[in-house]
């Protein structure tokens, strides 16, 4: 069961999306030099279909809900994820401390993936140096499958595009 303990509207963890992020509780990657251990312990409301509607409706004009966590339970962050983009056409993202390859069988379910611990030594999304890797998540009706497109560049200062 997933829990979490705030949200925020922000406008710099998903490029050009105004966007509420939930912060999710139960943290089992628990990065070194993490700077939201209040997130590690499992505590804080029940988030379900019920919450994450309540959520919404009281924050008109968001175009994307991103789900700040949940690493311990994929399955129902998955979950809610679809429910949100078919129930209010909202974008979502996850925000995941997986590395890619575990986090990304449930991509399709998302628009937006951010991958990998925190490694204080690389440094975080916006560093050059990160080991943390962030995707815009497509779906190819062609062949069927979700491609990944690294968007980590958009997070950085002198940005290049792709």
Known sequence: MLRYTETQIVFQEVPDEITLAINITGCPIRCTGCHSKHLWENTGEILDFESVEKLIASKPGITCLAFMGGDADPKSVSELSRHVKSKYGLKTCWYSGQNT????????????????????????????????????ISYNPFTESTELNDITYKFQNDKISN
């Not at 990304?104 to 050059?128: I, N, R, V």
């Open 101 to 136: 390859p575990q986090a990304e069988k449930y991509a399709s379910s998302f628009d937006f993936l951010k991958t990998g611990p925190y490694d204080e030594k690389y440094g975080p999304l916006d560093s050059k140096t990160t080991n943390q890797r962030f995707y815009r």
